[in-house]
């Protein structure tokens, strides 16, 4: 696929980033999409051809237009025109912004396709409201598509957006939601939209008009989830992302694809699937959720959760957000609790379940006055069930709640950022109490709401809408637990007893369990965060046949080859993966683990080929001892031994590591020491070189074990350079005799690339030559590259190893070539 126009959008929007300061990131709500991202997005549109017309909202510096045409390049002949309108109010965009609409059509134009733009620079939002006033006129549904990452920022009421999309009556909270809104009212019929956006709207009700309006007007074909919020944008981010692709009709399709993936590699390891329509968006609901349900074992929770009758109402009960909002009542506020004041209960006394007051070195004040001023915030002491208010999907649990039994006072105060449960504003009874926050304990019921909750905050709104147990069986839960304490495993047990949950949903449970477990233990043997997710996770599963119900003890180790252990992902544990994503299982966990000694490869045949079909792969033994003692009082000694063990273990496979054998372009064969950047190095003498400078001279290898491999110094000498001793070489310099060029190449693994600094050391060392100087950093994927872009020199060259027919150049109007140095003149 070709990527350049991406590639230098992508450089832009490292540059222009670093120029916004955080008060202006502020002011804009603007996050610009890396290209990577993209290009995933652009891959999500389904019909491709004819006469197209692209809306680009709020667009930065042009990287969703870019990876847009980039798709239209894949397949020109279907395509006759493109039009392309973006909108952007920043003027720091603006200038790469245009450059990006002309290097588009260029590009457009030299395979076939009418290409032309329109620059718009103004509000995307004040501009399409004019248009459609009067309301909704025939004439501006005028786009066949759209691509958007719009800007996260919440409307004030008394903005000046706000006033225009009341007369449009558009009733919406945010700006994202905005932009999607007005987008939708520009597309043709059978128009399409993706979108990358935050996962709130999917609940709440702030939301609901917008679900409503989107949902009547769009059929959601895909939808993709990112398992982490940092995985999208370097930038902190409290909002879950989720990008879906849209399709203005009337006539819902029968089912949405479902994606999700844990990194940023939204190419690589998509579990995926195909789930009915009405499973996502269920008609009977008036609140119109959106539920997003990834893998087959949690629709069992779902089916569960379905199966439980029982309304609020239904249990006499009702939920409410604490009414004390401490900034406007700080006078009030005590550090101590007297006879004047009352308790005041903060989101940290919640321990364990319980509700423990006075909390152990509180942080906030633990008491409130009881006066005429906040007597109206006070409810009566008795049992109630305090939940959190504000979780992030990366902690352990969404909903924590707790048990609130009478405190020594009449009346105390809950603080807002917590949410409570009352029987008509008073206590209820002690057990449903306990039965109540058991169940919203529960992982059955953490990973239910989990489908449907992709914001920080847990809205009574979203409480009051879950299916509940009967009365009956909360209060005989509440009683089987008592004032006793248990773990997750425990409590969990408990209430699949007590309830009647389905053997399915049972599994489920046990199987998320299982994942958090693999995922702790990866954690504390200090596994690489590249290793720390799900993936791996599931990988040290299957090896060691731990299925949801197995205990760790009884681990075996069995060989399993990469498909073997794909299939045995979907069958015990739910999840279903592509085909094509085998090669990042091997190149992401197993060439680790087998770094690591958790694996050996082959154990039944050291010697197989490497492109062997029966490649497979086995638990060390050493491996297998420590997972079998995981859970018991023996896990930390184990752990501690095993880690003297591998450390021992690696440190005799790396002596006994054999060369790594190369060719140099001229035929000659050289041996570099294994380790460090060497696997890159070879790469670049074997494949740039002869595709960039064919018939180029090595003058110098660098080695990671050695000093260096390859030293021409009488041929530096013959050229009239003149080399410090003591000056840093770079890792390869080749003479390009056709053009009479040194290019001077870094190799970038450990180490930064050519980076202004770098630059110019460079041109200090080799000051006595009179070859023109090439500047390369060489990288061993496009992902590693964009960790150093914003590092990266101008006037410098780029060279990816797993796409090596491709060049980046970095600024000036040369491609692989020097630049003289303004000091020597001309």
């Given amino acids: 696929m070709t990527t350049f126009l991406t590639d230098y959008t992508d450089i832009s929007r490292i540059h222009c980033s670093s120029r916004l300061n955080l008060k202006q990131r502020s002011e804009l709500g603007q996050f610009l999409t890396p290209a990577s991202i993209a290009r995933f997005m652009a891959g999500k549109f389904s019909n491709l051809s004819d006469h197209i017309s692209l809306l680009d909202p709020g667009a930065g510096v042009g990287s969703l237009t870019a990876a847009f045409v980039e798709r239209l390049l894949m397949n020109p002949h279907s395509v006759k025109r493109c039009s392309i309108t973006a909108y952007e109010v920043e003027s720091i965009f603006i200038p790469s912004l245009q450059q990006c609409l002309i290097e588009c059509c260029i590009a457009l134009e030299k395979r076939g396709i009418q290409a032309d733009y329109c620059l718009r620079e103004e509000s995307f939002i004040e501009a399409i409201t004019e248009i459609n006033l009067p309301l909704f006129t025939p004439s501006a549904n005028s786009f066949t598509h759209a691509i958007l990452n719009p800007p996260y920022k919440k409307i004030n009421n008394q903005s000046i957006e706000k006033k225009l999309l009341s007369k449009l009556g558009i009733e919406t909270v945010n700006l994202y939601s905005t932009f999607v809104w007005l987008t939708m009212l520009q597309l043709v019929e059978e128009g399409e939209i993706v979108a990358i956006t935050p996962r709130s709207f999917c609940n709440g009700a702030y939301y609901r008009p917008f679900r409503q309006a989107f949902l009547k007007e769009m059929g959601l074909d895909k939808i993709h989830v990112f398992e982490s919020r940092s995985a999208v944008f370097s930038e902190s981010i409290l909002q879950e992302n989720i990008i879906f692709h849209a399709i203005k009709t009337k006539n819902k399709p029968d089912c949405i694809e479902i994606t999700s993936n844990f990194t940023d590699e939204t190419d690589e390891f998509?579990?995926?699937?195909?789930?009915?329509?009405?499973?996502?968006?269920?008609?009977?609901?008036?609140?119109?959720?959106?539920?997003?349900?990834?893998?087959?074992?949690?629709?069992?929770?779902?089916?569960?959760?379905?199966?439980?009758?029982?309304?609020?109402?239904?249990?006499?009960?009702?939920?409410?957000?604490?009414?004390?909002?401490?900034?406007?009542?700080?006078?009030?506020?005590?550090?101590?609790?007297?006879?004047?004041?009352?308790?005041?209960?903060?989101?940290?006394?919640?321990?364990?379940?319980?509700?423990?007051?006075?909390?152990?070195?509180?942080?906030?004040?633990?008491?409130?006055?009881?006066?005429?001023?906040?007597?109206?915030?006070?409810?009566?002491?008795?049992?109630?069930?305090?939940?959190?208010?504000?979780?992030?999907?990366?902690?352990?649990?969404?909903?924590?709640?707790?048990?609130?039994?009478?405190?020594?006072?009449?009346?105390?105060?809950?603080?807002?950022?917590?949410?409570?449960?009352?029987?008509?504003?008073?206590?209820?009874?002690?057990?449903?109490?306990?039965?109540?926050?058991?169940?919203?304990?529960?992982?059955?019921?953490?990973?239910?709401?989990?489908?449907?909750?992709?914001?920080?905050?847990?809205?009574?709104?979203?409480?009051?809408?879950?299916?509940?147990?009967?009365?009956?069986?909360?209060?005989?839960?509440?009683?089987?637990?008592?004032?006793?304490?248990?773990?997750?495993?425990?409590?969990?047990?408990?209430?699949?007893?007590?309830?009647?949950?389905?053997?399915?949903?049972?599994?489920?449970?046990?199987?998320?369990?299982?994942?958090?477990?693999?995922?702790?233990?990866?954690?504390?043997?200090?596994?690489?965060?590249?290793?720390?997710?799900?993936?791996?996770?599931?990988?040290?599963?299957?090896?060691?046949?731990?299925?949801?119900?197995?205990?760790?003890?009884?681990?075996?180790?069995?060989?399993?080859?990469?498909?073997?252990?794909?299939?045995?992902?979907?069958?015990?544990?739910?999840?279903?993966?592509?085909?094509?994503?085998?090669?990042?299982?091997?190149?992401?966990?197993?060439?680790?683990?087998?770094?690591?000694?958790?694996?050996?490869?082959?154990?039944?045949?050291?010697?197989?080929?490497?492109?062997?079909?029966?490649?497979?792969?086995?638990?060390?033994?050493?491996?297998?001892?420590?997972?079998?003692?995981?859970?018991?009082?023996?896990?930390?000694?184990?752990?501690?031994?095993?880690?003297?063990?591998?450390?021992?273990?690696?440190?005799?496979?790396?002596?006994?590591?054999?060369?790594?054998?190369?060719?140099?372009?001229?035929?000659?064969?050289?041996?570099?020491?294994?380790?460090?950047?060497?696997?890159?190095?070879?790469?670049?003498?074997?494949?740039?070189?002869?595709?960039?400078?064919?018939?180029?001279?090595?003058?110098?290898?660098?080695?990671?074990?050695?000093?260096?491999?390859?030293?021409?110094?009488?041929?530096?000498?013959?050229?009239?350079?003149?080399?410090?001793?003591?000056?840093?070489?770079?890792?390869?310099?080749?003479?390009?005799?056709r053009q009479d060029w040194l290019v001077l190449i870094e190799a970038v693994t450990s180490h930064g690339p050519v980076n202004l600094k770098r630059h110019n050391e460079l041109k200090q060392l080799f000051q006595s030559s009179s070859k023109g100087l090439v500047f390369v950093s060489a990288f061993p994927s496009r992902r590693e590259m964009t960790r150093y872009l914003a590092e990266i020199s101008w006037e410098t060259e780029v060279w990816v190893a797993d796409q090596s027919d491709h060049m980046i150049h970095f600024n000036g109007e040369r491609f692989l070539g020097p630049y003289e140095n303004p000091a020597k003149g001309h």
């Fill in 270 to 737: 998509l579990e995926s699937r195909y789930v009915p329509y009405s499973k996502v968006v269920e008609t009977s609901d008036s609140e119109n959720f959106i539920h997003i349900v990834t893998n087959s074992l949690d629709d069992a929770l779902r089916v569960q959760m379905d199966r439980f009758s029982s309304t609020l109402n239904d249990l006499g009960l009702k939920v409410s957000t604490g009414a004390v909002v401490d900034f406007r009542l700080k006078s009030a506020l005590r550090t101590s609790w007297d006879e004047k004041s009352v308790p005041l209960l903060y989101p940290e006394s919640i321990k364990a379940g319980k509700v423990l007051f006075p909390p152990v070195n509180p942080r906030k004040a633990i008491a409130i006055e009881q006066n005429q001023q906040t007597s109206k915030w006070l409810v009566e002491s008795g049992w109630y069930v305090l939940i959190k208010r504000f979780s992030a999907k990366e902690e352990k649990r969404r909903l924590v709640a707790a048990v609130c039994s009478p405190l020594d006072a009449p009346v105390l105060g809950i603080e807002n950022h917590l949410n409570y449960y009352h029987a008509e504003g008073k206590g209820m009874n002690p057990d449903l109490a306990r039965g109540l926050a058991a169940f919203l304990n529960s992982t059955l019921l953490d990973i239910f709401f989990r489908q449907f909750s992709g914001h920080t905050q847990v809205n009574a709104t979203d409480l009051r809408k879950i299916k509940y147990p009967c009365k009956d069986d909360l209060i005989q839960l509440g009683s089987q637990i008592g004032d006793r304490c248990f773990n997750q495993t425990q409590l969990d047990t408990v209430i699949h007893t007590t309830l009647s949950i389905m053997s399915e949903t049972t599994n489920a449970v046990q199987a998320s369990e299982r994942i958090k477990a693999a995922l702790a233990i990866l954690k504390e043997i200090s596994a690489p965060r590249e290793q720390q997710n799900e993936r791996s996770a599931l990988c040290l599963l299957a090896l060691a046949n731990i299925q949801p119900e197995t205990p760790w003890n009884q681990a075996t180790a069995p060989r399993r080859r990469i498909t073997e252990m794909m299939d045995w992902f979907r069958d015990y544990y739910g999840k279903q993966y592509a085909p094509n994503t085998r090669e990042t299982v091997r190149r992401q966990t197993m060439h680790q683990f087998v770094q690591m000694g958790i694996v050996i490869e082959n154990p039944d045949q050291p010697d197989r080929p490497i492109n062997s079909p029966k490649w497979c792969y086995q638990l060390h033994q050493q491996a297998l001892s420590l997972l079998k003692s995981y859970d018991s009082e023996q896990w930390e000694e184990a752990r501690q031994n095993y880690i003297v063990s591998v450390t021992n273990l690696l440190q005799n496979k790396k002596r006994n590591i054999p060369m790594i054998p190369v060719s140099l372009p001229n035929g000659q064969a050289i041996k570099l020491s294994s380790g460090g950047q060497n696997i890159l190095i070879k790469d670049v003498l074997e494949s740039f070189c002869p595709r960039f400078t064919p018939e180029g001279l090595v003058l110098y290898v660098g080695d990671a074990g050695n000093k260096f491999i390859v030293n021409e110094t009488q041929r530096f000498r013959e050229m009239g350079i003149e080399l410090d001793p003591h000056g840093k070489m770079p890792d390869i310099v080749v003479y390009y005799e």
